[in-house]
């Protein structure tokens, strides 16, 4: 069993109208749900179970710009600069720490494999290197094994998985955002060819636009005279398959009115 995930308890009010929801309370929906607030858009985040206690809790927590594709660079590198600062964003403890990451190679072949990488990436002018066995020594006292060497990255770092969705969360509620948890999203609202809201196991909100975090959730039928519903594992399936955008979606009325009919 890992770390305890901190916890974060839920708004006990839904807002009947906000300009965006959010569907997952992970790393993904909470950081969404601080950036909307911070620019002053009303947000609810639904969350079917607590905060953070998916995957979003269960990872290495890496922070880094190694070893990705290159043409996710400039993402990451945009990704750590926001990182650095994140504690005192959200005012609490994330956890996140510049450590330095590093990936070692057991055979030239591996190794080799981490200078092509270099060779794709040079372009940024990341700080990542190549380094030999005696610096894998100094860095890792104790090591047993020796390595043919190993790519390393100073400049990457890592957060603790189980501190920092929670914060980031709770200075989203801070600045003004909804958070929601045992509070499942059933399906998607539409009226006159248009998104107007989703269905939670609670009550409906009404929304201008929906940001989906994972969006493993169960739907049920609310049809009516003058709305239909869409089956969000089907939407899932569409989203992914048209626009690839999995597992961070942003879904406009526009689209959601194509695909939901």
Known sequence: MGPRVDSVPSDEALPTRVDVVIVGGGIIGTSTALFLARKGVSVALCEKGHIAHEQSSRNWGWCRKMARDPRELPLAIESLRIWEGMNEMVEAETGFR???IMYLAETRADLARFEDWLDHARQYQLDSRIIGSA????????IAKEYAGALFT???GKAEPQMAGPAIARAARRLGATI?????VRGIETAAGRVVGVVTERSQIAWRASVADYPNRSSTDQRSNRTSSCDLD????DIRRSDDLAPFLVLSSEKLSELCG
């Open 135 to 142: 610096e894998i020594a100094r860095r890792l006292p104790g």
């Open 180 to 184: 929601l948890t045992g509070c499942a």
């Open 234 to 237: 089907a939407l899932k399936f």
């Open 98 to 100: 510049t450590s330095g």
């Open 154 to 156: 100073a400049t990457d």
